[in-house]
């Protein structure tokens, strides 16, 4: 069974704070993703990347930065949490050109 | 750019009602075209796709058809179940880059006994 795992449920972290998010998939899958997922909005797309080391910008990437050393780990990095970024954060992965699969989501709320 | 536009939510229906949930996109060339579902506490899955145009998924009893000359991809189910209560995303993977999924908004639909 393919599986996207996600570190945490739930995360309360302070304004200023750095938080990492964690995402790991064991598929081989080279496509990893980060999406932010609010009300009204639907998901819309952070960083992307295509293979390890590799990143691209998505549709938001401002106040975000991402890390892939390893094929299987692609991680989400808010350098200085602020009160705007409390969101469900989903992170994804495929082999192009075929679907996406989801992790479980981290409901982040900065404080 | 590359969009996709979902009917506004939430939808309330009886059990065994019918349901559509529109879904129009923009797109250049011949993107692949999804349906999402999310239930409450958990992530995305994968309901239904359809990769060329007249080309249609299924999966659960629900349906929808690839309909390049309306650019349309409409969710429909003929019998909704309470336990189809969900969020309902439409989704397109542009053929110029694989893998970069472009999501709606969503459409939040509840199933009422």
């Known amino acids: 069974d393919v599986k996207v795992t996600q570190s945490s449920r739930y995360l309360v972290k302070r304004t200023g704070e750095k938080v990492f998010l964690e995402c790991v998939q064991d598929?081989?899958?080279?496509?990893m993703f980060w999406y932010r997922q609010d009300p009204g909005l639907g998901l819309r797309l952070i960083y992307f990347s295509y293979d390890v080391k590799m990143k691209e910008k998505g549709d938001i990437p401002e106040g975000y930065s991402v890390s892939r050393e390893k094929k299987e780990r692609f991680s989400l990095i808010l350098e200085s949490a602020s009160t705007n970024q409390t969101s469900m954060y989903l992170c994804?992965?495929?082999?192009?050109?075929?679907?996406?699969?989801f992790g479980q989501g981290t409901r982040l709320t900065v404080v | 750019g590359n969009s996709v536009t979902q009917m506004e939510g939430p939808v309330t229906l009886s059990e065994e009602a019918f349901l559509t949930i529109n879904c129009t996109y923009t797109a250049t060339g011949y993107p692949s075209l999804f349906w999402y579902v999310q239930y409450p506490g958990e992530g995305l899955q994968l309901l239904l796709k359809a990769t060329k145009a007249d080309d249609k998924g299924s999966n659960k009893g629900f349906e929808a058809t690839y309909r390049k000359e309306t650019t349309s991809f409409h969710l429909e189910k003929g019998s909704v179940q309470v336990s189809d209560s969900a969020v309902y995303f439409c989704a397109l993977m542009s053929s110029s880059n694989t893998g970069k999924l472009i999501f709606g908004q969503g459409t939040t639909l509840q199933v009422k006994p």
């Open positions: 598929m081989d899958h080279e496509n």
């Open positions: 994804a992965s495929s082999r192009s050109p075929t679907e996406a699969f």
